[in-house]
């Protein structure tokens, strides 16, 4: 069964910057996500913390399966064409208890991907709502210009500069709420963030950040990406292998120097670094 996007989907992705909720993932498919994460955490504490947490598709099988999905790619291609590069994932996890936040932001404004032929997926591996911290969006803000970020490093924000646009008007944001299992996408320059987690459970996400077409380059470094779906016949990035066993050594370097290329990207032009 096709999972391509309706018409009515792509309309609202157009006026509004994103497209939520899609099913792309089974329950059953998301504990999985939920057991491998919550595995590596007790077997290698520390390796998906701080900057471990991104590039997490190249260390395990699992992760990877889920940028493969036929479903998500489906939905990706219905925004961004059939020729689509992974250039990286993101767990986005707040734990109960904690202040993690994200403050609102637009990820066009520091990545440097350009253009802007790139959507980002945000799985939902536990429900995700307004008790427990989920994103919100700023529906349409994604057809202005980009605006100014300040650069705030809060030990709580779960971004890497705690970049922070001001003045957000909360009663025009709209929450994101997703059944563990569903996912939604959004535009590279839609302002989006998310709030605290105020319930008894971890909230947890798994973000392909992001999908983009090959035509897609890095103007601020290097990227390591994937094909996973068409032809690459423009060649920007360097490529990476997809994980076949849990933690392999080969894999871990490769993740390494992703990492390291990220993190430049990422800190270009800041006077200090965070802790992501």
């Known amino acids: 069964m096709s999972s ?3 018409s009515i989907q ?3 992705y157009k006026d509004s910057g994103y497209i939520s909720p899609i099913d792309v993932l089974s329950k ?3 504990h999985e996500i939920r057991d491998e994460i919550e595995y590596i955490e ?3 504490p520390k390796e998906i913390e701080s900057l471990g947490r991104n590039y997490v598709h190249l260390i395990s099988p699992t992760f990877d399966k889920v940028c493969h999905n036929t479903k998500i790619l489906d939905a990706v291609e219905s925004v961004i064409g059939k020729n689509i590069l992974i250039c990286g994932t993101t767990l986005f996890i707040k734990n109960p208890k904690e202040k993690g936040f994200v403050s609102f932001h637009q990820d066009a404004k520091y990545i440097g991907l350009e253009p802007y032929n790139w959507v980002t997926a945000w799985i939902a591996v ?6 427990n911290g989920c994103m919100r969006m700023w529906p349409g803000s994604h057809k202005k210009k980009l605006k100014f970020h300040d650069q ?4 709580n924000n779960l971004l890497t500069r705690g970049q ?4 957000i008007p909360y009663n025009e944001t709209k929450p994101i709420i997703l059944k563990a299992g569903q996912m939604s996408l959004h535009h590279p320059a839609v302002i989006h963030g998310s709030g605290l987690n105020k319930s008894s459970d971890r909230r947890i996400g798994f973000v392909v950040q992001s999908y983009i077409g090959t035509n897609v380059n890095q103007v601020l470094g290097k990227m390591y ?8 016949k423009f060649k920007f990035h360097n490529y990476v292998p997809r994980a076949k066993v849990l933690m392999n050594e080969k894999n871990i370097k490769f993740r390494k120097k992703s990492n390291d290329e990220l993190s430049k990207i990422f800190y270009k032009g800041a006077k200090k670094k965070g802790k992501f």
């Open 126 to 131: 536990t429900d995700a709502n307004e008790k």
């Open 225 to 232: 990406v994937q094909l996973a779906r068409g032809v690459d």
């Open 28 to 30: 059953h498919e998301a």
């Open 10 to 12: 792509l309309k609202q």
């Open 42 to 44: 007790k077997k290698w």
């Open 152 to 155: 705030k490093f809060d030990e």
């Open 164 to 167: 922070t646009i001001k003045n």
């Open 4 to 6: 391509f996007l309706s």
